[in-house]
């Protein structure tokens, strides 16, 4: 009969390598969760500087979930397996902390860029844990889940700020009734590119997750908000969206778009482990 291995050295760095994996994980959640908020944060407070008194209820809640997440960050970063570089998360606790001192005196443009800047640095700390804390687990066990990968982490990512800007532009120029030339060349090129991702990946979700349901889900409303965009303010001679409809219309898809990214964050898991236990 032989014995299982069980020296001490391999269990001990096998429990360093799950404690590591589990603290990536979890912290890979949370940079979504924020990324979230800061891109709802970013589309209400541009339809209020732009007249809505409506959604200053949605503001205050949202810093308030906004402070939370960035706390759990930090507080995980803090342990003994940190996954952000400290200069990095800085920078995002800084940069959010410009932002909700002043959005209430920045101009609607400025507002967006700033947001959006700091929502780019968020999606590359995603895509930073994603290659350290996942991709050599899981290439290392199995070289097709690079494709899943770049699925979950890169492609609707990349996907969902596009709509989640095209989300606060509309609503803005729904708000004001009226669409200038730049908010004009900025919404017809999301929609492009909402168009064009979104395509590649049905295409991609096809190939890789057959079962995966969500992608699918959004797929009419998707094409319905994009109809009305084009419809009400890009070909109408006078802006005619209703701002809070736009809002919750695209709010409704990007939540969706979310759930897909938890959906294939929890079969990478499922595969970081499996592959854990095999390793």
Request: proline letters at 3%; a negative charge.
């Amino acid at each position: 009969m032989h014995l299982i291995d069980t020296k001490p050295s391999r269990i001990e760095a096998l429990g360093a390598t799950f404690n590591q994996l589990q603290q990536g994980l979890t912290t890979i959640k949370w940079l979504c969760q924020l990324t979230q908020l800061l891109q709802h944060h970013r589309g209400a407070t541009m339809a209020y500087l732009s007249g809505s008194q409506d959604f200053l209820l949605q503001i205050e809640q949202l810093q308030l979930s906004i402070e939370s997440a960035r706390y759990l960050i930090t507080e995980l970063n803090n342990n003994n397996y940190p996954c952000i570089p400290q200069d990095q998360l800085n920078n995002i606790n800084n940069n959010w902390k410009t932002i909700a001192i002043g959005w209430q005196q920045d101009q609607v443009m400025h507002n967006f860029e700033f947001h959006s800047h700091l929502i780019d640095s968020c999606n590359k700390l995603l895509r930073l844990c994603m290659m350290e804390q996942l991709k050599p687990i899981l290439l290392h066990s199995n070289s097709s889940h690079q494709a899943l990968l770049e699925e979950v982490f890169v492609a609707l990512p990349n996907s969902i700020e596009n709509l989640a800007m095209l989300r606060g532009l509309s609503t803005n120029v729904a708000v004001i009734k009226a669409c200038g030339k730049d908010s004009h060349a900025k919404i017809s090129f999301l929609i492009k590119e909402t168009e064009q991702q979104n395509k590649n990946l049905v295409q991609a979700v096809n190939t890789l997750s057959p079962d995966s349901y969500l992608v699918k889900t959004y797929q009419k409303p998707l094409h319905k908000f994009l109809l009305t965009v084009k419809m009400s303010i890009l070909e109408s001679p006078e802006v005619t969206a209703d701002s809070s409809l736009l809002f919750t219309m695209s709010t409704d898809i990007i939540d969706t778009q979310w759930l897909a990214v938890s959906q294939g964050i929890q079969r990478i898991e499922d595969s970081a482990y499996r592959a854990l236990i095999k390793a």
